[in-house]
């Protein structure tokens, strides 16, 4: 079975963390990170004289939008990632372009990555504060959503 090991018959994936890149640098580990999902639409053709089935062609691949969530960054990069982004969208395409490319590298148990998704042209969507909450020593978590335009997934096994 993928992500077993069948010499010690246990998961093999278990325990593992990520951090996440933008553009080359390393931002830092992130708690949560939404599931990864690509779905590629597809068009049904009805075949005359064919009864049996219909051909189903694909048409278009489409990428979810991804959700981080991590404890506050003292130095707001996130946050001004989205507010960078919402600038160059009211100054039009003559401001700098925000757009930038994301990598979540997945580490096993021991430290040593297993598996890179490269996303593309990726830009925040959604950014969303911490609860303030002075009970009960709540950490206080941000929330980052961003749309890309693909993906690549590497192994590095």
Known sequence: M???????????FIGLSFWVEIDGLEVASFDECSAITMET?????????LNTYTHKLPVRTKYSNITLKRGLDPGGDLFKWYCDTMDWYAKGP??????????????????????????????????????LKASAG????????FAHEGLVARTNR
Request: aromatic content about 10%; proline content about 6%.
């Open 94 to 131: 003559q401001g700098a372009h925000k757009r930038k490319n994301v990598t979540i590298t997945v580490y096993d148990p021991t430290g040593k990555p297993v598996m890179k998704y490269h996303l593309m042209n990726a830009y925040p969507v959604k950014w969303t504060g911490p609860e």
């Open 138 to 145: 709540a950490v206080a978590i941000e929330t980052l959503e």
């Open 2 to 12: 993928a992500g077993q090991d069948e010499r010690k018959g246990k998961d093999a």
């Open 41 to 49: 639409e597809t068009y049904e053709y009805m075949e005359g004289g």
